[in-house]
């Protein structure tokens, strides 16, 4: 999920042209929706001889005019196809069908990274890059734009035994497309033009080439080759490589200029599964239905249970609470932090005061060294004419004018456009509440400074105070070591889990705000349809950014670790993941500038170094996540359509989410009702866990830190002596009442004489 709204504006764009377009089609079929027929391919009649013939004698006997745009075999059975609320209604009817999921549209979440992380050092624990090269990562995006030096896969081994994908061809795109870096591309449009009409070539292609640019952007920053001498108009020079350079990289494009579809999600997991990736990064996201509702989540079960780890954006929709997607619990959420690089800009005023902002601007500066200021909005024929949305400021109100606008509602580079458009020479972009003092930089067409709430209150009163304000922006830089960082992103989405709030998301976070990599040839800088600037890398922001991040260092695990599980991979990164500073305070909230919580960093921020080698691990079984839907009192139907495995929950067995083997813990505590609000009443929870030792023979002990709540752990001290081995523990959380909404964190940590096994604790008082 890429927070570059201009993507918001082009499915805006591309939708109006789209309905039109297949609004013939659509007449003709009355009002059909696209939907996922999920099928019990075990209670098939017997006078079938295949399930093909099965689902579309099915299908017949409700529409003969209904075609299939997708047959599934492997994350479900069934198809998906188009069909009137009549169709349902009498398809429902029929023996064999276990659940019908209406079309969902996803959305996009949208070089200095690698010695951020930690990674420019080789060590001797780090996979070789012959075991690195074993390890694929499938991208589901916008495809790629193979041409750039991302790709380039000199040195790069034969491409892994056992890969069974493919380099599909169409436009722009041939075989020669792929190589040993890039070894797969597909694409996936059956849904996406059954909804919106033949793809139109002229405007995107249907092929796996990335009209956009955030595939590109996602698959170089997850296994891109390194490139020297990578930067964006100069700002952020240096090498630029994935997490995983020398793991391959496949891409399977689902999502188109339109938005994503999940009958071509589904098909594109299908694919990815059967092809032999390793690791699967989706920065993509939509609503958080039930487990056995979103697609997304039935497919990363099935995933898992492959061995295929799973790794999601969580949203941008911070930092209001609750505000998380991807949330279950075999895939890997990820939430976005700063990295410890700036692009500061001067503001000076006419007051004499000097302010600070961020830019990526590279067009001619501005010469005057001053120029009139104004607020949009006081220069608007709208209310909410401070927003600069499309064709709301005054011409004669701001030409030759400095714009201050403020964030929100439209993209930021969209704002920029819009003042350009009403003449004016600059803009200063105000951060409001929400967005606190995070600073995101853009490449916009006109020079241009992004300032936080503070500031842009100060510049704000100046111009009330002073009857003829004035201002400029000077030339903008790159700046290293910015301090203090990381800091969690204003737009990273937050807990409590929405879902199950007794699973702790996000999982961790990594770098999302201003981060450089592989841009697509078809699109400038900001995506806007106006910009004609090429670029090779450009620096974007979003969950989309940091997601792919964590599936390249879950490959670099992997190539470490070749025998680990998908759950023992994300434990290593959760339990070794930092939530303080050096200097031991805890890590701030942007959004706030107040320490942040586990509600925003999970287990807190993603040090893969450490993760090689964490000591122990949480490990999960395919029999844990069953039993965890035992827990939520899953039937033995939905759980066959949450996970497409048949299994019945043992009514003898007691099932208990506190018992379910995560990294981290989430607890959700009851509030005594009544009057007098249960004042000193105390409630007791116990949890258990199971550590698997996979470093050296070690004796670990626990300590706890908890301000509000007793925690009790036992035993105090586990002894591993053999790899592999396993040892359990039980947490008992005794709580005294506290009011509806209030949060309380913990962390327990087992310390052995090499290794530090963290888990963040967060109560909830609902
Ligand atoms: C297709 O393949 C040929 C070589 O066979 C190559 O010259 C050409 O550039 C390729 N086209 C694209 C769009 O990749
Ligand atoms: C400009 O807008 C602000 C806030 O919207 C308002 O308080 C102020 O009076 C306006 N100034 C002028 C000159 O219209
Ligand atoms: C507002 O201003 C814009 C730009 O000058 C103009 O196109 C539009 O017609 C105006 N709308 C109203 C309601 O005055
Ligand atoms: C974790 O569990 C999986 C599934 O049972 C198993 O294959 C794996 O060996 C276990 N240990 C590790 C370290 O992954
Ligand atoms: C599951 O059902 C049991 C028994 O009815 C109930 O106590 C428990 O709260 C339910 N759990 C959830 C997560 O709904």
């Known amino acids: 999920m890429k927070i570059m709204a201009f993507r918001l504006l082009q499915v805006v764009l591309l939708l109006l042209f789209s309905y039109t377009h297949a609004a013939v089609d659509e007449q003709n079929q009355q009002s059909k929706q696209t939907y996922i027929i999920h099928m019990d391919k075990s209670n098939m009649p017997l006078s079938f001889n295949d399930h093909f013939q099965w689902y579309a004698a099915s299908l017949n006997s409700v ?18 196809t188009r069909l009137t609320a009549e169709e349902v209604e009498s398809l429902e009817k029929q023996p064999g069908i276990l659940s019908i999921l209406p079309e969902v549209r996803y959305e996009l979440h949208t070089t200095r990274t690698p010695e951020f992380l930690g990674l420019e050092k080789p060590e001797v624990l780090f996979p070789t890059h012959e075991e690195a090269g074993e390890v694929i990562v499938g991208v589901l995006d916008t495809g790629v734009w193979p041409e750039i030096k991302s790709f380039d896969d000199t040195g790069m081994g034969p491409v892994p035994r056992g890969w069974k994908g493919a380099c599909m061809e169409g436009k722009n795109f041939n075989s020669s497309s792929c190589n040993s870096k890039l070894i797969g591309a597909r694409y996936f449009s059956e849904a996406y033009e059954a909804q919106l009409g033949p793809i139109v070539e002229t405007v995107e292609s249907k092929s796996p080439r990335d009209d956009d640019g955030h595939g590109t952007h996602t698959s170089t920053t997850a296994a891109g080759s390194a490139v020297e001498g990578a930067n964006l108009f100069g700002y952020a020079p240096g090498t630029a490589r994935g997490m995983a350079t020398h793991a391959r990289v496949a891409t399977y494009k689902v999502c188109w200029l339109g938005g994503c579809f999940s009958s071509d999600i589904a098909a594109a997991i299908e694919k990815a599964i059967d092809d032999g990736v390793h690791v699967i990064s989706m920065s993509i996201g939509g609503g958080t239905p039930d487990y056995d509702k979103d697609i997304v989540s039935i497919g990363a079960f099935k995933a898992m249970t492959q061995g295929i780890l799973i790794s999601c954006s969580a949203g941008n929709g911070g930092p209001i609470t609750y505000s998380l997607t991807n949330v279950a619990p075999w895939i890997t959420t990820v939430g976005a932090g700063t990295l410890d690089r700036d692009f500061p800009v001067n503001v000076p005023l006419g007051n004499g005061k000097h302010y600070t902002g961020v830019s990526l601007y590279n067009g001619k500066p501005l010469t005057d060294p001053l120029l009139p200021l104004v607020y949009a909005g006081n220069a608007s024929n709208v209310t909410y004419g401070h927003l600069c949305l499309s064709d709301t400021l005054v011409p004669k ?41 995070e600073l995101v930089a853009d490449a916009h067409l006109l020079p241009t400074a992004a300032v936080g709430q503070k500031t842009g209150d100060a510049i704000k009163s100046y111009i009330l105070s002073d009857p003829n304000p004035t201002a400029t922006i000077g030339q903008g830089d790159t700046k290293l070591n910015v301090l203090p960082s990381p800091v969690v992103a204003a737009f990273s989405s937050r807990g409590p889990n929405p879902l199950t709030p007794g699973i702790l998301k996000p999982d961790l976070i990594a770098p999302g705000v201003n981060i450089l990599a592989g841009w697509t040839g078809a699109a400038g800088p900001t995506g806007l349809d106006g910009d004609t600037r090429r670029v090779s890398f450009n620096i974007v922001s979003g969950t989309s950014m940091s997601c792919p991040h964590v599936s390249g260092l879950a490959a670099f695990l992997k190539a470490a ?8 991979i994300r434990s290593a990164l959760m339990t070794t993941a930092y939530p303080k500073y050096m200097n031991g305070e805890t890590i701030l909230d942007v959004a706030t500038g107040k320490p942040s919580t586990p509600f925003d960093y999970g287990a807190g921020h993603v040090d893969p170094v450490a993760a090689l080698d964490p000591g122990l691990v949480y490990n999960t079984t395919v029999d844990d996540y069953l039993g965890f839907l035992c827990a939520l009192n899953y039937t033995s139907s939905r759980i066959k359509i949450a996970t497409n495995m048949r299994f019945t929950c043992d009514s003898s067995k007691n099932y208990n989410i506190g018992d379910f083997n995560y990294p981290s813990f989430a607890v959700p505590l009851e509030t005594a009702s009544g009057r007098g609000g249960g004042v000193g009443e105390t409630s007791t929870v116990k949890y258990t866990r199971t550590l698997t030792n996979v470093g050296t023979p070690e004796t670990y002990t626990v300590s706890v830190s908890s301000p509000d709540v007793k925690i009790l752990v036992e ?30 964190f913990a962390h327990l940590v087992w310390s052995g004489e090499k290794h530090q096994v963290g888990s963040p604790i967060a109560f909830s008082w609902t």
Request: include cysteine.
């Open 63 to 80: 529409s003969d005019s209904a075609k299939m745009l997708y047959t599934y075999n492997n994350i479900i059975h069934g198809f998906s």
């Open 397 to 437: 109100k701001v030409a030759g004018k400095i714009v201050v606008c403020d964030r929100g509602s439209n993209s930021r580079v969209e704002k920029g456009r819009v003042v350009k458009k009403a003449g004016g020479a600059g803009m200063i972009l105000a951060n409001t509440d929400s967005f606190g003092e």
């Open 561 to 568: 670790h070749p025998e680990w599980s998908p759950a023992a």
């Open 715 to 744: 035993p105090k001290s586990l002894t591993f002596s053999e790899l592999y081995e396993k040892k359990s523990y039980t947490v008992t959380f005794t709580a005294n009442s506290m009011p509806s909404g209030s949060n309380s």
